[in-house]
Structure formats: C-alpha cells, structure tokens
C-alpha cells in the first residue's frame, strides 16, 4: 500500500481527548492516557487518529477556542507529550491529525487580546471589528454574531460564543500566521489537518446582511432564520485553501475540511475539493438521514453525485457534535453493525468516532450535568452536544478515570465495554473485520462502484469492482428477513448476523459482504 494515499485506504478515528483516558485522576482525558490506549486503536485496524483540540484553551467551547496555535493546554500535557504521542503512533503505523480551528480564535489568544486593545495596533485588522453593527449576522450557538468590545466601543464578529472571535482571513498577514501553525505542526511530524468549519474563514468584503429565509425554528434561533450567502461559502475560498495546500503538499500531509451548513445537504462541501484544495471535506448527509433504504440511498448518492473527477468521499456515521448513531438511529446492536457495513464498504474514506466501535449510545445527562454553551443556551429544546461525549467505556467500572469523570459515564458501561469484546457477534469484531477486510481485499479498496445493486426497497446494495474480484454489499434496513433477488455470490465475507452461506436470507439488519 503506497505511504501516501494513506487516506484514501485507511480509516481515520477521531478521539474527544477530555473522554479518552485520563491519567492524572482529574476527570478529565489528556495524552499521556491516551497514549496508554493505543493498543486499543492500533488493533482495531485503523490508520489515523485525530484529536479534536488540545491547545491551550479558555474551554469556553472545549477546545474549539484556541489561545496557543504552538503548544498543548496543561489539561492534556505539555508538548513533550504530544511529540511522544506522534512518536508512538508513528512506531505503531498510526498517523495523526490535528484538529485546525482557524475560523475563530480564543478572545484570550494574543493575537485577540492586542486587537482588542486599541483601534491603531498591528493586529486591528487581525479580526472583523465596525463601529457600528453592520448587518443581520446570526451566532451559530444562538443571538447576534456581533459583541461590542467596552475598550474601544466598536464591535467584533464571531461566527460561534463571543469568547471565539473570528480571524479576519481577507488580510494577509492572517493567511501567512496560518499557514506558519501549519508548518510548525507539520515540521514536529504531524500528518494532517481536519479545519474546522474552512467554509466560514472568508466573509463578504463588504459584510452585507443576509437574506431572510422562512423557517419555522428561526423566532428561537435566528441562524436558522437566514440564507448564508455572505457569512461563509465565499467564491474566492477556493484560492486560500490552495495555499493551505501547498503547505501541505510540501509535507506531504493531508486537509480535511469540516463544512459548516445547517441545511443538511453538505452539497457545497464537493466545491472545496480536489487537486489544489482540501484533499477531502465532510459531507454529512448520511449522518443526518433517516434509517430508511430510500433515503439512506440518496444520503450517500448526494455525495457521490457532488464530488469532481479529483475529489473522494467522507464517511461519516457520528462525531463528537451531533446525537450518536444508535440512538440516532434506534435498532441496537444490530443495526450498529450495518451502519458500519455502509460506512467501511463504500468508496471513501471512513471517520470512525471513539467509542462507535463498541455501539456507545448518546449519554443520557441531567441538566445539571450540561457544560455545551448550546445546550446551556437552548435547553430543553436542543440538549447541546455532551451527550456525545461521555467517557470512554474501557471496562464494566469505566476505567475511564480514578477520579470523577467530567461527564458521567453511560449506564450500560457494565455490559457495553472494550473489555466485553470476546463474543463473535460483539460491534467492535465487525469493526475490526471490515477494516482488516478493507485491507486485503482491493476491490473494497479502491474498486469502481457499481451502484445501486437492487432496487429492493428495504435492502441498500452496491458493488465494488475491479478487474480481478467483485464483491457484492447488502445491507438490510429493517427488522426482519429478507431475500434479495440477484447473484447469492460465491463466498460470504463478512456477514454481521455470522451467515455464512450465501444463499441464506439476509437476517433483520444483517450487513452481508460477499464475493461473487
Ligand atoms: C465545529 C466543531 C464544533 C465547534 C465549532 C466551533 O463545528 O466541530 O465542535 O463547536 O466548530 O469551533
């Protein structure tokens, strides 16, 4: 397998470091507990992991407020720790992605704190500041994009909480500070970057408001509430992420953008792609369909249709935002495995979100456990995004921490853990079989697809080709058996039910690979 498309074969699992493993007894994960946890990743089959944020941090959006591009926040170690965390996955054939937050930065970053200070300081124009509101720009997390600054009376942008000002990506001097991170973190040996809603970093030179848009939330929540042609997909991004690129290139490291869109569509992400831009960017249509064949179909069809000649596809089922897939999606164990069937058998590559692998569920919290502004902000009605990041589940007691976790752990912990793990037909086994499987098998690889493969309502098929082998997916959607018309094929090579003849009916949410 060539070194450098390592990410078009490969896997990639993001891990939440505060929910990893914590060493310290503080509650809270860091890296040398990570560090202690490789086996873990490296056994699964994987060949990537990115860390979402561990940069010195206020934690105002936990992590996603950077103060310091250049070092490690002390809650999850010291730069040593990160060089020994590279260190190690390199020895172990791990490559490691960062999490690049570029839109915004902390309002305690140095850069934010000089801006701030007075209206003729070199860094002024490092951030969107007006004297007076200039439009209808809605925050992300809820009420106005605009606070106004008491040093001076002018007011400043900030696509997210107040404390994450965004960066002013039309002056220059702002493009070359990141492209300088890129190359500090690319020089200590890391392989890559996903950014951090990239389709934000350019604005509207002349930050005109946007037009208004029906919706139905918009009284509660303005965002919802607006067509977002000026605050992000700007038509010369393109030309920044080409230098992001370049930088890249020279390392050969990879970029992968995560889109910011609240239409659930993600079409936009295809634009951002290719060649001279991004390597890949998330398309999370999948991750918001409903667990219907029809629709899961056109989830992934909407992606596969966007992309140009020069892009590759994203999989992604749950990520550390949005509810986790088997309360998304209902139908247990089961129905997690054919999930993961979908995700690791199409072309692209998959993203694989700590904990899926054993079937973790949204941690069902109380409100006085939430600590995500949004859910903060607008709970009940959204219950924010901490459910998505409760602890590791290592054994029946955790094992997460000695001390008090900083979210409380799931209460199936006791029987769903990373130690329950000898039963054939556990998730983590279909996991590690598909993604070994990925690894031998060529066609899964980097076969054409052939797609779909029936037109059978309740069952998603495709096939993935190349001159050699053909190898047929199946994938049941509902919650009895099935007996799909067309080739049985010749040998079953993963079957999530333990099927092993292929002339069987696929099982109540059976995800079946076979030869044919
Ligand atoms: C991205 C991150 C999210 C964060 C936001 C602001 O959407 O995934 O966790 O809150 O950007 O940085």
């Given at each position: 397998m060539?070194d450098?498309a390592?990410w078009?074969?490969?896997a990639?699992?993001?891990?939440y470091?505060?929910s990893?493993?914590?060493s310290?007894?503080n509650?809270?994960?860091?890296?040398?507990?990570?560090?202690?946890?490789?086996?873990w990743?490296e056994?699964l089959?994987?060949s990537?992991?990115?860390?979402?944020?561990?940069?010195?941090?206020p934690?105002?959006?936990f992590g996603?407020?950077?103060?310091d591009?250049?070092?490690?926040?002390?809650?999850?170690g010291?730069l040593?720790?990160?060089?020994?965390?590279?260190?190690d996955?390199?020895?172990r054939?791990?490559?490691?992605?960062?999490?690049?937050?570029?839109?915004?930065t902390?309002?305690?970053?140095?850069?934010?704190?000089a801006?701030?200070?007075?209206?003729t300081?070199?860094?002024?124009?490092w951030?969107i500041?007006?004297?007076t509101v200039?439009?209808?720009?809605?925050?992300?997390?809820?009420?106005?994009a605009?606070?106004?600054d008491?040093?001076?009376?002018?007011?400043?942008?900030?696509s997210?909480?107040p404390?994450?000002?965004d960066?002013?990506?039309?002056?220059?001097?702002?493009?070359?500070?990141?492209l300088?991170?890129?190359?500090?973190?690319?020089?200590?040996?890391?392989?890559g970057f996903?950014?951090d809603?990239?389709?934000?970093?350019?604005k509207?030179?002349?930050?005109p408001?946007?037009?208004r848009r029906?919706?139905?939330?918009a009284?509660?929540y303005?965002?919802?509430?607006?067509?977002h042609?000026h605050d992000?997909d700007q038509?010369?991004?393109p030309e920044?992420l080409?230098?992001?690129?370049?930088?890249a290139?020279?390392f050969?490291?990879?970029?992968?953008g995560?889109?910011?869109d609240?239409k659930?569509?993600?079409?936009?992400?295809a634009d951002?792609v290719g060649?001279?831009?991004?390597?890949?960017?998330?398309?999370?249509?999948?991750?918001?369909s409903?667990?219907?064949?029809?629709?899961?179909?056109?989830?992934?069809?909407?992606?596969l249709?966007?992309?140009?000649?020069?892009?590759?596809?994203?999989?992604?089922?749950?990520?550390?935002d949005?509810q986790?897939h088997p309360?998304?999606?209902?139908?247990?164990d089961?129905r997690?495995k054919?999930?993961?069937?979908i995700?690791l058998?199409?072309?692209g590559?998959?993203?694989l979100?700590?904990g899926?692998e054993?079937?973790?569920?949204?941690?069902r919290l109380k409100?006085a456990d939430?600590v995500?502004?949004?859910?903060?902000?607008?709970?009940?009605?959204f219950k924010?995004?901490?459910?998505?990041r409760t602890?590791?589940q290592?054994?029946s007691?955790g094992a997460?921490?000695?001390?008090i976790?900083?979210?409380?752990l799931?209460?199936?912990?006791?029987?769903?853990?990373a130690?329950a793990?000898?039963?054939?037909?556990?998730?983590?086994?279909?996991?590690?079989?598909?993604?070994?499987?990925r690894?031998?098998?060529?066609?899964?690889?980097?076969g054409?697809?052939?797609?779909p493969?029936?037109?059978?309502?309740d069952?998603?098929s495709w096939q993935?080709?190349?001159?050699?082998?053909?190898v047929r997916v199946?994938?049941?959607?509902?919650?009895r058996?099935?007996l799909?018309?067309?080739?049985?094929g010749?040998?079953?090579?993963?079957?999530?039910a333990?099927v092993?003849?292929?002339?069987?009916?696929l099982?109540p949410?059976e995800?079946r690979?076979?030869r044919?």
């Amino acid at each position: 397998m060539s070194d450098a498309a390592w990410w078009r074969t490969g896997a990639v699992y993001q891990i939440y470091p505060r929910s990893f493993q914590d060493s310290t007894g503080n509650g809270i994960g860091d890296l040398p507990g990570l560090r202690s946890r490789l086996d873990w990743v490296e056994q699964l089959g994987v060949s990537a992991v990115w860390l979402s944020p561990v940069h010195p941090s206020p934690q105002a959006d936990f992590g996603y407020d950077v103060a310091d591009y250049c070092d490690v926040d002390p809650i999850f170690g010291s730069l040593a720790d990160m060089d020994q965390l590279i260190h190690d996955c390199h020895a172990r054939g791990l490559k490691v992605v960062l999490d690049g937050v570029f839109n915004h930065t902390s309002d305690q970053h140095a850069w934010f704190t000089a801006s701030r200070a007075d209206k003729t300081n070199a860094k002024r124009d490092w951030y969107i500041w007006r004297d007076t509101v200039p439009n209808n720009w809605k925050s992300t997390f809820g009420g106005t994009a605009w606070t106004q600054d008491p040093a001076t009376g002018s007011y400043y942008l900030h696509s997210f909480l107040p404390a994450q000002p965004d960066l002013n990506w039309r002056n220059p001097d702002v493009v070359d500070a990141v492209l300088d991170v890129l190359r500090f973190w690319f020089e200590r040996g890391v392989d890559g970057f996903r950014l951090d809603v990239f389709n934000s970093y350019l604005k509207h030179p002349d930050l005109p408001s946007n037009p208004r848009r029906w919706h139905p939330g918009a009284l509660a929540y303005g965002y919802v509430g607006q067509h977002h042609i000026h605050d992000r997909d700007q038509s010369d991004l393109p030309e920044v992420l080409g230098r992001m690129r370049a930088v890249a290139d020279e390392f050969g490291a990879v970029l992968i953008g995560e889109t910011l869109d609240e239409k659930f569509r993600y079409d936009r992400a295809a634009d951002f792609v290719g060649d001279d831009q991004l390597h890949m960017a998330f398309h999370f249509a999948l991750l918001h369909s409903r667990w219907t064949a029809k629709k899961l179909a056109t989830a992934i069809r909407s992606q596969l249709n966007a992309l140009p000649k020069d892009g590759w596809p994203t999989w992604v089922l749950s990520n550390h935002d949005f509810q986790r897939h088997p309360t998304r999606w209902g139908g247990g164990d089961e129905r997690a495995k054919a999930a993961a069937v979908i995700a690791l058998t199409l072309p692209g590559t998959p993203f694989l979100y700590y904990g899926e692998e054993l079937g973790m569920a949204e941690g069902r919290l109380k409100r006085a456990d939430i600590v995500d502004p949004p859910g903060i902000r607008f709970w009940p009605v959204f219950k924010g995004r901490d459910g998505a990041r409760t602890p590791m589940q290592w054994t029946s007691e955790g094992a997460f921490t000695t001390g008090i976790p900083w979210l409380p752990l799931n209460p199936d912990t006791p029987w769903r853990h990373a130690e329950a793990t000898a039963n054939p037909l556990s998730i983590v086994h279909t996991y590690r079989a598909l993604l070994a499987l990925r690894r031998n098998n060529e066609a899964l690889r980097s076969g054409a697809t052939i797609w779909p493969d029936t037109d059978h309502a309740d069952v998603l098929s495709w096939q993935r080709v190349v001159a050699s082998e053909r190898v047929r997916v199946l994938v049941n959607t509902v919650d009895r058996s099935v007996l799909v018309p067309g080739e049985a094929g010749t040998q079953v090579l993963w079957s999530t039910a333990a099927v092993t003849d292929v002339r069987e009916p696929l099982a109540p949410n059976e995800g079946r690979v076979v030869r044919v």
